[in-house]
């Protein structure tokens, strides 16, 4: 492929499962742009054959050069989790004005990474934050499709169900808060990979799409599937909403940047439902059956073993 595409926050989730799709899909012109150092450095040694800048895109900097003459920009950079309001007006909102300060095509195509937890006001700091990135993106003028994903699961999750699988295989009990029946729609990472594929394939613009996993399924019966699909033996436990709580409070007073926050729990509890799509029938996709996307998330032979830094 003679595209040039470059990637913001290539060395999260998203960027690490699209990038060696986009390879074996023939790209070879990829350009990859994290702040990460640990994450950026593992990117670049699973693939050298691609141009990986580590940047900051909040600042001025050489990876505006970089991105100059994309034909594709796929915008993935964001701060997920977190207590620090700073962080994600920086991450999410100033870096996205500076990276559309540097594109200087006019043609420059944009598929742009939201959530579909804009709209929540279970998710505040974040949600806020998205939103304000995604008008800044659709403000921009240049031709755009915006996808608003739900909650993630794939090789390389640190945040989500690879974290609680890494806890799973780690302890003998794993708490679940209250009786864990609320509803969650899992997204593989690998049917939203080829749903941007797709995008940046037919160059749909001017669209707004929530992608939302098509297997709706309650939490602790996730949890279950996770644990058959990574090997853990943990006993799965409920515990009362409260005391979890208190839990995640104590744990925030030793970590300055811990992994799961009472806020993203108030939202994890918090009943949400998004709009299902037919994106197979839209984006031309065939999607994954959930049971097999775990299996291949926590069993790959080579990125199953590789977790990404906090």
């Given at each position: 492929?003679?595209?040039?595409?470059?990637?913001?926050?290539?060395?999260?989730?998203?960027?690490?499962?699209?990038?060696?799709?986009?390879?074996?899909?023939?790209?070879?012109?990829?350009?990859?742009?994290?702040?990460?150092?640990?994450?950026?450095?593992?990117?670049?040694?699973?693939?050298?054959?691609?141009?990986?800048?580590?940047?900051?895109?909040?600042?001025?900097?050489?990876?505006?050069?970089?991105?100059?003459?994309?034909?594709?920009?796929?915008?993935?950079?964001?701060?997920?989790?977190?207590?620090?309001?700073?962080?994600?007006?920086?991450?999410?909102?100033t870096a996205t004005q500076r990276l559309l300060e540097a594109i200087r095509r006019h043609d420059v195509y944009?598929?742009?990474?939201?959530?579909?937890?804009?709209?929540?006001?279970?998710?505040?700091?974040?949600?806020?934050?998205?939103?304000?990135?995604?008008r800044l993106v659709l403000d921009s003028a240049l031709p755009t499709i915006v996808l608003r994903p739900t909650?993630?699961?794939?090789?390389?999750?640190?945040?989500?169900?690879?974290?609680?699988?890494?806890?799973?295989?780690?302890?003998?009990?794993?708490?679940?808060?209250?009786?864990?029946?609320?509803?969650?729609?899992?997204?593989?990472?690998?049917?939203?990979?080829?749903?941007?594929?797709?995008?940046?394939?037919?160059?749909?613009?001017?669209?707004?799409?929530?992608?939302?996993?098509?297997?709706?399924?309650?939490?602790?019966?996730?949890?279950?599937?996770?644990?058959?699909?990574?090997?853990?033996?943990?006993?799965?436990?409920?515990?009362?909403?409260?005391?979890?709580?208190?839990?995640?409070?104590?744990?925030?007073?030793?970590?300055?940047?811990?992994?799961?926050?009472?806020?993203?729990?108030?939202?994890?509890?918090?009943?949400?439902?998004?709009?299902?799509?037919?994106?197979?029938?839209?984006?031309?996709?065939?999607?994954?059956?959930?049971?097999?996307?775990?299996?291949?998330?926590?069993?790959?032979?080579?990125?199953?073993?590789?977790?990404?830094?906090?």
């Amino acid at each position: 492929m003679t595209a040039k595409i470059a990637i913001t926050g290539a060395a999260g989730l998203v960027g690490q499962n699209l990038i060696p799709r986009l390879k074996a899909r023939g790209f070879r012109e990829i350009v990859a742009i994290d702040k990460h150092p640990a994450n950026t450095a593992l990117l670049r040694a699973l693939h050298p054959d691609i141009t990986v800048i580590a940047a900051d895109l909040a600042k001025v900097g050489a990876w505006q050069n970089a991105i100059a003459d994309a034909d594709v920009i796929v915008i993935c950079h964001a701060q997920i989790g977190g207590l620090d309001a700073a962080a994600f007006a920086r991450n999410n909102v100033t870096a996205t004005q500076r990276l559309l300060e540097a594109i200087r095509r006019h043609d420059v195509y944009l598929v742009h990474v939201s959530t579909a937890v804009v709209n929540s006001p279970a998710y505040e700091m974040y949600a806020e934050s998205k939103q304000a990135q995604e008008r800044l993106v659709l403000d921009s003028a240049l031709p755009t499709i915006v996808l608003r994903p739900t909650l993630m699961f794939g090789w390389f999750d640190r945040k989500h169900l690879g974290w609680l699988a890494r806890f799973m295989r780690r302890s003998p009990v794993f708490p679940i808060p209250g009786n864990g029946r609320y509803l969650r729609q899992p997204l593989y990472a690998g049917d939203f990979c080829e749903i941007v594929m797709s995008c940046v394939a037919r160059r749909p613009a001017g669209e707004i799409h929530t992608i939302s996993g098509l297997e709706p399924i309650e939490f602790i019966d996730l949890i279950r599937r996770v644990r058959e699909a990574c090997g853990a033996r943990a006993w799965i436990l409920p515990i009362p909403y409260g005391l979890f709580r208190s839990m995640l409070m104590t744990y925030a007073l030793f970590d300055r940047d811990p992994p799961f926050t009472v806020k993203q729990l108030e939202a994890f509890v918090t009943p949400d439902w998004f709009e299902v799509i037919d994106w197979p029938g839209v984006f031309g996709v065939t999607p994954t059956p959930l049971q097999q996307a775990l299996a291949d998330t926590f069993r790959h032979p080579v990125y199953s073993k590789v977790a990404l830094e906090f």
